[in-house]
């Protein structure tokens, strides 16, 4: 019997991209905060023989070239995370496809492979998205949380669980295009991951990949790098910024890879849309 299919993907940014961090009134004189956190995510994923995504920031292939390397050489999926990691929504239509294509530009360049899929900074879409996206060349969205509405997050848009075409979440988006939401637990509609495993503890992370295995929906599972390594303390960095970041996530990272489900990429859950789904939708993701 096969196993089914689950995606631990990794947003690939370091803790001085934060909007958190950006905001705050100190600064850190640690560079590259979270660069050691890509290698025990690279390593867990190695030992545990899976496959993952990283939407990567793409000015980090402009100063660290041989991470976004070693990410394509061992088999994973390269994606974007926009150039600079700023909110898509307060920048205006000019300044938003170049945050795209830039990094579209410049992580294909470096991995040396096309890089076809996205995810926005804090969940935050810019007004067109989808048809930005493929406007510009890329052929999924993973931007989606289909959780509750959290003051002062995100949330309450939609509640599209599993990979769809994106009209059905969007009915102006293109045909052909897709999106694959990333996980909330069941009934509770909270994140599986990012702070929320932190939050909650990763027993809770796989208590939900296991509810929504039953129901046939492959979990789709996100991390930063910057949430493995100890953080230095900045003032203003929120405290929540810090709760059990360090060797309590590296712990989690490979529990997490130890359950019994096949970890592929975000472009391979993609892909399972079959061709003849990606047709506009009368009915609308949003509620």
């Known amino acids: 019997m096969s196993q089914p299919r689950a995606a631990l993907s990794v947003d690939l940014e370091f803790f001085t991209h934060l909007p958190a961090y950006r905001g705050a ?3 850190t004189d640690r560079p590259a905060v979270g660069l050691g956190g890509v290698t025990a995510l690279l390593d867990a994923l190695a030992d545990a023989d899976a496959a993952g995504t990283f939407f990567t920031v793409g000015d980090i292939a402009d100063d660290h070239p041989r991470v976004v390397e070693r990410v394509a050489d061992e088999g994973h999926e390269v994606a974007s995370h926009t150039h600079t990691h700023q909110h898509l929504s307060e920048l205006d239509g000019a300044e938003r496809r170049e945050e795209l294509a830039r990094s ?24 067109d998205h989808f048809g930005t996206l493929s406007d510009l060349g890329y052929e999924y969205d993973s931007s989606v949380v289909p959780c509750r509405s ?25 045909d052909e295009f897709v999106e694959v939401p990333t996980s909330v637990m069941p009934r509770l509609r909270l994140p599986l991951t990012g702070t929320w495993i932190r939050f909650f503890g990763v027993s809770y992370t796989l208590a939900g ?11 789709v599972l996100y991390v930063h790098p910057w949430e493995l390594v100890d953080l230095p303390a900045v003032e203003g960095v929120p405290k929540r910024v810090y709760v059990r970041t360090g060797a309590y996530m590296r712990r989690a990272i490979r529990r997490i890879l130890a359950e019994p489900f096949e970890f592929v990429t975000v472009r391979d859950l993609a892909d399972s849309v079959e061709s003849n789904e990606r047709t506009p939708s009368a009915g609308s993701g949003r509620p």
């Open 25 to 27: 009134r100190g600064v």
């Open 209 to 219: 990949m296991r509810l929504l295995a039953r129901r046939g929906i492959a979990p």
């Open 150 to 174: 959290i003051p002062g997050w995100y949330g309450g848009e939609f509640d599209a669980e599993r990979p769809v075409p994106a009209s059905a979440v969007d009915p102006t988006a293109p």
């Open 104 to 127: 579209k530009e410049r992580l294909s360049a470096v991995a040396g492979e096309p890089v076809t899929g996205f995810r926005a900074p804090s969940f935050d879409l810019g007004p």
